[in-house]
DNA sequence: TGGCGAACTCTTTTT
DNA sequence: GAGTTCGCCA
């Protein structure tokens, strides 16, 4: 295998010509094709979006509301750039977080300049932009051009070695903890020596910053980079040779950056170091829109954007507020909702499109979370019978495990549903399995991917074998690949294992010299027959065997794409998403982030519930700050629509296995009345008390606040209640024992924030959630001091005391308890 | 060494 | 509740 870039398609025509050989005939072509007076694409642009396109000179800055036409924005600017001849395709720097968003653009590019665009190899996403860098300068970072990229697999089970080698229990220290901790700090641009000592304390006893070190060193003899490396390798670059990055300074005439408010500290640093310059106009464009920034758990900093004028002194900042999408109903209620976060550039969104008959937001209430997804289901029917096509209809969910209800609906009903971003196709067992086949074949010192396979399947090579593999190779400072084979060779190992261990080196080695001589497709195949892999599922009897052989075959058909398997296995490295059928009608089921940049006719937001919608987790890590990204995502959800908008919240949903009563979220009473509609559709929101198993029946206690048409306006926001409630009760719960006493509630909060003291009784928690469904009620307890009761666990008593909701009942046989309203009943 | 049951964690969002 | 990991036993 040679390392040579230009062998895979993924970076197939690169970037000359230059300016002083404009060479290259295509883009030429396209370029005098379009130019002279005539500027067809600029026809009907807003003012605001034809300033954003002509103004290429100097540090732009776009505040492109939701809607308002800010990717029509991005590409009309590049084909604006090339078709007035002010630079060649190879001389625009292009760069998008997602891959669907780089594709998007370079189609539409396509579509405004022809085939132009197929120069244009500097349009991609941070981490393929980066891989490109890294990939010509690699010996500048000590790697080699060959280095392979991990995934989060191979992440993970690297760092536990690691851990384990120190000595650690990695069961006290997870390695994806760890692995996350990593992360966060590449996202900020740290090295090891960079992390801040409280940082590095925080995990395995202070040993954070020596095993980040011995993870980088450990990636390194591997030739092998993760995520965060393909950007702060290039930056480390950037930094040392100062040659390096003129040379791009002269290449890229003009930058362009999409979501820009998603940018983390180090994307923004790599974003810097190519934009600014000694000397010169730097013809930088940021499109972005603070609103939408969503990703801030993942490092992300608002501030970015926030700060962009004092980053790029003399920019123009242009607002774009005019809204395509949607109707004024929904605009007005995602306005409305956004206006609570402070810190906001402030945009105010405007539509033209104003009809009467425009439906209001709709919010929904159901008893559960079957019922929400039975209501939707039957909302959707109803939309389709007055012909509304599926494709103009999504499900936009806060949590992917809420996809699950709506899927079990949707199949029961018969109706097409489509998840994107779901369980990643290249995520799947059997194809990494496949996958780690290919890189040991392709990459024969890619130790990670060898590991993976070689007792899949069973070969008889177990950890007693896999151990002697390890001490070879470190011995000799070589692969596990070529140890095997020097060990294959001696009395070492048993015979057995040996054996197995010969056909297996023997069979890499048949694979490895047909690479050049069949096509890779045929030699997967080949891989997959003969290493008995495609046996192994074929004996399985599980149910999902036969789907697992049926992945396979697809894998094969997609490498065909691909003219190497270096080719393809660069492609599934940075592009975990496999492209699905777009033919089929039918409805989209997706989560709120993933959503993102898209719009459906009719938008379904169900879940919006005080601890999901905004999560409590979201809430206990961020404080206000996280609440304000929860508020963004919602407003991200809202104006995803462009007609019909539901929301649905329901009082009761299952959590870890067990029900929990729930309340609306507060987001609800930030929606504005004049726009929103209480549904009448019956739904079961209210009732506490009930069993979870007896849908349906009559709540007992009274009304919702939502049986009253409006919001009555409780500011009074019930999760700060419930936050403080959880935070008191914390303390006197008891904890159940194996025997069989339980605690009388749980809570969202508390369920896995268990630090300190909870950690190591968390063990017993056997709570019998399942029996009847917990209340946080905010409105005082339906009960009186002297009521009979019933209670699933302890049976009949008297309530003796009231306190909130919480009772002090006497049992007839258990004695004085204090248990929540909701876990008993009247008599 | 592998198979089976018990025990334990997990559920935010992703390139 | 579910998927995964762990530990014991054959």
New binding site residues.
């Given amino acids: 295998m040679s390392g040579n870039p230009d062998d895979l398609p993924f970076f197939g025509d690169d970037d000359m010509p230059s300016p002083a050989q404009p060479g290259g005939g295509i883009a030429a072509r396209a370029m005098a094709a379009r130019r002279g007076p005539s500027t067809p694409y600029l026809e009907g642009l807003n003012p605001e979006q034809r300033l954003a396109v002509e103004t290429t000179e100097g540090p732009v800055l776009v505040l492109a509301g939701a809607g308002t036409g800010k990717t029509r924005v991005l590409t009309t600017r590049i084909a604006h750039i090339l078709a007035t001849g002010r630079a060649y395709p190879s001389q625009i720097l292009a760069v998008t977080?997602?891959?669907?968003a780089a594709r998007e653009m370079k189609m539409r590019v396509g579509v405004l300049v022809g085939e132009a665009v197929e120069g244009m190899p500097w349009l991609g996403?941070?981490?393929?932009i980066g891989v490109k860098l890294l990939r010509r300068h690699s010996e500048l970072a000590g790697l080699k051009s060959s280095f392979t990229i991990l995934d989060?697999d191979d992440q993970i089970r690297l760092l536990k070695q690691l851990i384990q080698a120190e000595g650690l229990d990695?069961?006290r220290w997870?390695a994806?903890?760890f692995a996350?901790m990593i992360?966060g700090w590449k996202n900020k641009g740290l090295a090891p020596g960079d992390i801040p000592e409280g940082d590095a304390r925080a995990f395995a006893n202070g040993k954070g910053r020596q095993l980040y070190a011995a993870y980088q060193a450990r990636l390194k003899t591997l030739n092998a980079v993760d995520?965060?490396d393909l950007l702060l390798h290039p930056i480390r670059v950037f930094r040392e040779y100062p040659d390096v990055l003129r040379e791009y300074h002269a290449k890229f005439k003009y930058i362009l950056v999409d979501e820009y408010q998603d940018t983390n500290t180090a994307q923004y640093m790599w974003l810097r170091l190519l934009a600014q310059r000694q000397a010169g106009s730097v013809n930088v464009c940021c499109v972005g829109d603070d609103d939408q920034s969503?990703?801030g758990?993942?490092g992300a900093e608002v501030d970015n954007i926030l700060r962009f004028e004092k980053d790029f002194p003399g920019a123009t900042v242009i607002r774009l507020e005019r809204n395509y999408r949607s109707t004024a109903h929904i605009l007005g209620a995602a306005s409305h909702l956004i206006a609570h976060n402070e810190g906001r550039l402030g945009k105010t969104l405007f539509t033209e499109q104003s009809d009467p008959d425009d439906p209001k937001v709709k919010v929904h209430a159901a008893w559960d979370s079957e019922e929400e997804a039975r209501g939707v289901g039957e909302e959707i029917e109803a939309l389709q019978t007055k012909g509304h096509a599926l494709n103009d209809m999504a499900i936009l969910v806060?949590?992917?495990?809420?996809m699950r209800e709506f899927e079990d609906r949707f199949v029961t009903l018969g109706l097409n549903y489509r998840v994107i971003?779901g369980p990643?196709f290249y995520e799947r067992?059997e194809i990494r399995d496949a996958m780690a086949y290919f890189r040991v074949v392709a990459q024969p010192a890619d130790d990670l991917a060898f590991e993976r396979i070689v007792?899949v399947p069973?070969?008889?090579?177990?950890?007693?074998?896999?151990r002697q593999i390890h001490d070879v190779a470190r011995m000799r400072g070589v692969p596990l690949l070529q140890a095997a084979r020097d060990l294959v060779g001696t009395e070492e190992m048993?015979p057995?294992?040996r054996a197995a261990l010969r056909t297996l080196a023997e069979s890499f080695e048949r694979w490895q010299s047909q690479i050049d001589r069949v096509s890779h497709t045929e030699l997967a195949e080949q891989i997959l027959e003969e290493s008995g892999y495609t046996d192994m599922w074929k004996n399985d009897r599980s149910a999902e065997a036969p789907g697992r052989l049926e992945n396979l075959k697809e894998l094969i058909r997609s490498m065909e794409e691909y003219e190497s398997l270096r080719g393809f296995l660069e492609h599934v490295a940075?592009?975990?998403?496999a492209e699905r059928d777009e033919g089929l009608d039918a409805v989209s089921l997706?989560?709120?982030?993933?959503a993102k940049g898209l719009e459906f006719d009719t938008v379904f937001l169900p879940g919006w519930e005080e601890g999901l919608f905004p999560?409590?987790?979201?809430l206990d890590?961020?404080g206000r700050t996280?609440l304000e990204?929860?508020r963004r995502?919602a407003y991200v959800g809202l104006t995803r629509a462009k007609r019909n908008l539901h929301l649905w919240f329901t009082s009761n949903r299952?959590?870890?296995?067990?029900w929990q009563s729930t309340l609306p979220s507060r987001f609800l009473d930030e929606l504005p009345e004049a726009h929103v509609d209480v549904a009448e559709d019956g739904g079961g929101y209210g009732g506490y008390g009930r069993s979870a198993g007896q849908p349906g029946r009559p709540n007992p206690y009274g009304r919702s606040r939502f049986d009253d048409t409006s919001f009555s306006n409780s500011y009074a926001t019930p999760g700060w209640q419930r936050a403080q409630r959880n935070r008191t009760d914390a303390t006197d719960r008891n904890w159940g024992t194996r025997s069989g006493h339980q605690a009388e509630r749980i809570g969202y909060g508390e369920?896995?924030s268990g630090y300190g003291a909870g950690?190591g009784s968390?063990?017993g928690?056997t709570i019998e959630g399942?029996l009847v469904a917990k209340s946080v009620s905010d409105s005082p307890s339906a009960f009186k001091i002297g009521d009979r009761v019933f209670h699933m666990k302890f049976g009949n008593g008297n309530v003796a005391a009231i306190e909130g909701n919480k009772l002090t009942i006497n049992f007839d046989k258990a004695g004085q308890k204090r248990v929540l309203d909701g876990f008993v009943k009247a008599l």
Avoid: C
């Fill in positions: 977080f997602t891959n669907k996403t941070f981490h393929s989060t990695d069961k997870p994806r903890q996350q992360d995520f965060g969503i990703y758990w993942r806060r949590a992917s495990f809420q971003g990643r067992q007792n069973k070969r008889g090579l177990g950890e007693a074998a896999v048993k057995k294992p940075l592009v975990m998403d997706m989560t709120l982030h993933s999560h409590q987790r979201a890590e961020g996280g990204e929860e995502l299952r959590i870890h296995g067990l369920t896995d950690r968390v063990k928690r399942e």
